[in-house]
């Protein structure tokens, strides 16, 4: 079935650690984006791609990065881990019809 | 940018009531509206959605209508029920940079009392 897959489901990570998260999707979009959402809160976007070789940063100032090698996949690295960053990370992606399709989301927490 | 605002916060009904949202947008040339629902730890997920050539949309219990020319829409849930409680996310679609995204609201957490 034609999804967005996120892993890992859960992260706990010690401080300075580096670490990656990994989204893939199966439906054929073109674009893909990150959001970081404290549980049920205001989604804030943090990266996004309109396709291979495309990145732009988002709203939300991050000490993340990303890359598009393929289409279908967009991994999240955080260089050096805090515990500021402890938050549930979504990654959705969107085709021609514009509405997301969100991940199951990876909750990091950073101690 | 574009800015989505999002009311109220927080609103809790009584089963078989109705519930509104209401979201402002700031950018006239954005021109799809969807709204997502959020339950408790689950993903968001696209609940109704609409475009600027239309004025109002229905799928059972929900609809959403949008005024342009006042640049609000708002989402309409009848006859709610508990399995309605979440957080719903309003959002308006923007082009930047040579593609385009999504800005949400800030969201309504909704619930349904018995």
């Known amino acids: 079935e034609a999804d967005i897959y996120q892993t890992p489901r859960y992260l706990v990570i010690g401080t300075g650690k580096k670490i990656t998260l990994e989204c893939s999707q199966t439906m054929g979009h073109d674009k893909m984006y990150w959001y970081q959402q404290d549980p049920g809160m205001e989604l804030h976007l943090i990266h996004y791609s309109y396709g291979v070789n495309s990145t732009e940063k988002g709203d939300l100032s991050s000490e993340s990065t990303v890359s598009r090698i393929r289409t279908e996949h967009f991994p999240l690295t955080l260089e050096s881990a805090r515990p500021s960053h402890t938050s549930q990370y979504l990654c959705?992606?969107?085709?021609?019809?514009?509405?997301?399709?969100f991940g199951s989301g990876t909750r990091l927490t950073v101690v | 940018g574009e800015n989505v605002e999002q009311h109220p916060s927080t609103l809790s009904v009584q089963e078989g009531d109705s519930a509104v949202i209401k979201c402002t947008y700031s950018d006239s040339a954005s021109n799809y509206f969807p709204w997502y629902k959020q339950e408790l730890g689950k993903r968001p997920q696209l609940i109704i959605d609409i475009r600027s050539n239309v004025g109002e949309k229905k799928d059972q219990r929900i609809a959403v209508t949008l005024n342009k020319t006042a640049k609000h829409f708002s989402l309409h849930i009848t006859e709610t029920q508990p399995e309605d409680s979440a957080v719903y996310f309003c959002a308006a679609l923007s082009w930047a940079g040579g593609g385009n995204k999504l800005t949400f609201g800030t969201g309504t957490q909704l619930k349904v009392e018995l």
């Open positions: 959705a992606s969107a085709g021609s019809n514009y509405g997301y399709t």
